[in-house]
């Protein structure tokens, strides 16, 4: 076990400071007979391993402080849907996000709502991986190789390693990265103050059912150049459109930068991007595929992981989570899209129901990163997918993104062949 003094002397990085007013919010369900006393000590078992756990990024001076309450599990009241919309297989999930949402931020918060488990955190403390695998932890489905994953932080001065592999050893690469930022930089835009109300952003949540997935796999394989991952992008486009949603040509594509690093550097931390992708139409999963990949096998994402850290150094501020209202400036004119397909998640396998219960699943709330941006989150677990989309309902109008998400998940399909007319 870690000592207080290794608890206390962790340094959070440039990087988790300047993330630490954003929140994620992943809510795993349903599950029967959550225990929420067994579950309180698994948490000061797990937090007593894992430094960033116990870290409060909200004190008054701005500096990072040891939290030193006692890690409880909460209760929350199950929040009764709202009636503007019909309801869809998985939309609980995204009803709870909501309300979590509008509770006071935290640090980190472990909930049990009902028959679902609640990890809500500042996002200074890691990136999407972390409340997965506290959740995987936490529910004792996770292997030791997660276990000591959670435990596992970057080390200081990772990223400028890798940097140094990618661009120092290769200094054309450098150019590389200067044309990819040229070609996917936003022209058209805007700096127009929008007022929103960061307790009012709304996530919505939608399941696909395990023989649509295995059909709409299929069909993913047989056409050339396509994913998964890339077919995602594709049909969420594609969607919108149908739902009369017009989207910036610039798509940000979730990329983890760990696959840069050396070895024994990816640990947790904020080590994910959202990359900024010029997709031009048509938008079809093999187009997506081809120019993530351009980008992918490039240094330009680990450049703007530096960047971003550079940036967080030289721009260090006091956190202010209380604040209830927010003028934000909106910087399209069209709604800015963020994708992030975390694939498939075994991580949870040890905890899925038999054949005749309700198959758990993952919807997760990622702040949208402006008052016109619409974030979405899809992940696998037991062959369904759930996509989990947040927006500020002032600006996005939820019943476009319910439609899309609806369209969708009954017959993806019809909206991936639409994606290639």
């Given at each position: ?118 990890v809500d955190h500042s996002h200074g403390l ?240 990622i702040d949208p990163d ?52």
């Amino acid at each position: 076990m870690r000592s207080d003094t290794e608890i206390a002397a962790h340094r959070p990085s440039a990087l988790d400071r300047a993330l630490a007013n954003s929140r994620t919010i992943a809510i795993f369900g349903p599950l029967p007979a959550l225990d929420r006393d067994l579950l309180t000590v698994r948490l000061r078992s797990v937090a007593a391993q894992v430094p960033r756990l116990r870290l409060d990024p909200f004190a008054p001076d701005g500096a990072w402080t040891r939290r030193t309450d006692t890690l409880l599990v909460e209760d929350l009241a199950p929040p009764t849907a709202p009636r503007d919309l019909p309801d869809t297989p998985g939309g609980y999930l995204g009803v709870i996000a909501t309300h979590v949402r509008q509770l006071d931020p935290a640090p980190l918060r472990v909930a049990v709502c009902h028959d679902h488990l609640v990890v809500d955190h500042s996002h200074g403390l890691g990136d999407g991986r972390l409340a997965p695998a506290l959740q995987a932890v936490l529910l004792d489905s996770a292997s030791p190789a997660v276990q000591a994953a959670l435990a596992h932080d970057a080390p200081a001065g990772s990223v400028r390693r890798a940097l140094a592999d990618q661009i120092l050893r290769h200094p054309r690469r450098l150019g590389e990265v200067h044309r990819l930022r040229s070609e996917n930089a936003r022209t058209d835009t805007v700096a127009e103050p929008t007022a929103v109300d960061p307790r009012r952003v709304r996530t919505m949540s939608a399941t696909m059912s395990p023989d649509r997935v295995a059909a709409l796999r299929e069909r993913v394989s047989a056409v050339q150049g396509a994913s998964d991952a890339s077919a995602t992008v594709a049909m969420w486009v594609s969607a919108l459109r149908r739902a009369g949603v017009t989207n910036d040509d610039i798509v940000q594509v979730l990329v983890d930068c760990r696959r840069y690093l050396r070895r024994d550097d990816a640990g947790m931390g904020n080590l994910a991007i959202a990359l900024p992708i010029r997709m031009p139409d048509p938008v079809t999963a093999a187009s997506v595929r081809q120019r993530v990949r351009a980008a992918t096998e490039s240094a330009w994402p680990l450049a703007v992981l530096g960047i971003n850290a550079t940036r967080a150094r030289l721009h260090r501020g006091i956190p202010d989570p209380g604040a209830d209202t927010a003028v934000s400036v909106r910087t399209s004119s069209r709604i800015r899209l963020s994708v992030s397909d975390i694939g498939r998640l075994p991580l949870y396998d040890g905890v899925l129901p038999g054949p005749s219960e309700a198959l758990p699943q993952l919807g997760a709330g990622i702040d949208p990163d402006g008052p016109e941006a619409l974030t979405l989150l899809v992940s696998e677990i037991g062959g369904a997918r759930t996509l989990s989309a947040t927006f500020h309902p002032e600006v996005v109008a939820p019943t476009a993104v319910h439609a899309a998400l609806v369209d969708i998940c009954r017959d993806p399909i019809a909206v991936l062949e639409a994606s290639e007319s």
